[in-house]
Each structure stands twice: as C-alpha cells, then as structure tokens.
C-alpha cells in the first residue's frame, strides 16, 4: 500500500470532463434557473486553468451528450496512488458514466477495481492522509459502502462509514482536506463529530457553500463569493485561488466534483 498521507493533496495529475452540450438538464436539488452553457464553459476554463497553476498535468476527455452532469468527475472513481477504482453513481441518470470513463482510467492507472453492488458517488469519499471516509446519502448506500470497503480493505485501506447532514447532497459538499490532519468544514459538518481527532477549520457564517474546496499542492482552489473563509485561509496561510462558480452552483455543483485528482506513481 502507497501512504495516503501526503497522496491525499499532493498530486500530478487531473482528469477533467469538458461540459456537456447538455450541462441545462442537470441534476439540483433546488430550482435556482438552468445554467448558461457558454458561461459554464468559461468558468470550467478557468477552473482548470487554476488546476494548472496549482501544478497538476490536466487531462480533458471529451464531452458526453448523454450523460448532462458528466462535468462531475468526481462522482464516477476513487483515485488513489496505485490504482482506480470505479464506483457507482446513485442517481440514475448518472448510471452510465462510470462505465463511459472506464477506458480513459485505464490509460492512468495500471489496475481498475470496480464496486460492484449498491451505489457509491465519489462526492461522498473524503480520503485524509490517515483513512478514507465515506458518506452515507442519498445517493450512496450501504451496499455501495460495503462492496468499496472490500476493495480498499484488500488494499491495505483503513476505510470509515459518516453521515452526511441531512438535506446535503454529498459529504464534501460540506468539507474539503487542508493538510494530512486538517479539513475545513461547516459548522453543521464539525458539530457530527465525524472530524473528532482533526484538526477542524469551520466555513465562516453565511458561507456554508464555501466548504466544498480542494487541496491542490500548494493551493487551495475554491469558489468565489466567500471572503471571510477565504481571508481565514490565507491568515492561516493556504495559497487561495478563488474561481467563478456560480453556473455549476445551480446544478449542485463545487471545486472537489469537477475533476479527478491523482498522484501518478507508474509515469
Ligand atoms: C448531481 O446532482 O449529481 C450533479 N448535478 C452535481 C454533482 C456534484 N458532485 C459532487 O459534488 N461530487
């Protein structure tokens, strides 16, 4: 087993899925109006020109017709240093692109695993440099949590079930890892208990939607519009590079769902 420890910010490369032509029919939880296309675009630009900057080599694939929330990455595979492991998305319009990203991971990673029962969105996965927490939501369940525990477990993984809060679409819509040993979270996230034994920064008031961040090297790449949790960052000196997100925020989407970020061992 490769350490999780440093692996878990520390990475060279990215996988990112260019916006669907059809990002307006994705998946919320709320209506806040359909996300412009062309402004989506710009925006994702800009996300992974800041992937870049924070030192990671970008793979793009290309865009899915099909599959309208494709852009969320993150939801279809767990990377981890020596190999990928493909999940199971829970919503099922969203079934079938795990498989449709299956071949791009191999050309990344010398071995797939695959859960292979119940539904596991990658969303709900946060890896620290010690173990792997998992979120049960509504969109991953025991079953899912199960068969992906075998699998980390054979790999020498210490693996952990949480809950996500209530009415929360995914665990790290609500926190995001800092360092091997601390996460940012909002308060409703920190108060679980879930993050006892870490060090916990808590999103400023107001700004719950700041949580959902990431790590990149050196960076910390997040939303724009939270300044008061930016500001506690920087004051605790994170390198923080805030990007535009408000077309993804319409359809549930943040910083950790738009790519797939790994450290690349084999290359
Ligand atoms: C969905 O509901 O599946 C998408 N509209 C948003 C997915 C966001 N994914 C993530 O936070 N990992």
Known sequence: MTSLNLHSYRFSDAIVRLPSPNISQGLRAEDRGDPDPERFAQDHDAYVAALEQAGVRVHRLPPLADFPDSVFIEDVALCLPEAVILLRPGAPSRAGEAEATAAALRECFPVLHRVEDGH????????????????????????????????LDNMGYAMRKVETPPGVLHFKTDCALLDEN??????????????????????????????????????????????????????????????????????DGGMSCM?????????
């Open 259 to 267: 790519s797939l970020r790994f450290f690349a061992i084999h290359q």
């Open 182 to 251: 601390t996460v940012l979270a909002t308060p409703r996230l920190a108060q679980s208990g879930c993050f006892d034994g870490y060090e916990i920064v808590e999103t400023a008031p107001d700004e719950e939607a700041a949580a959902n961040a990431i790590r990149v090297n050196d960076h910390v790449i997040m939303a724009e519009g939270f300044p008061v949790t930016a500001g506690i960052l920087e004051s605790r000196g994170y390198h923080v590079h805030c990007v535009p997100n408000d077309e993804a925020a319409r359809i």
């Open 120 to 151: 596991v969105d990658g969303g709900d996965i946060l890896a620290t440099g010690r173990e792997i927490l998992v979120g049960l939501s509504d969109r991953t369940d025991n079953a899912g949590i199960v068969a992906l525990g075998e699998i």
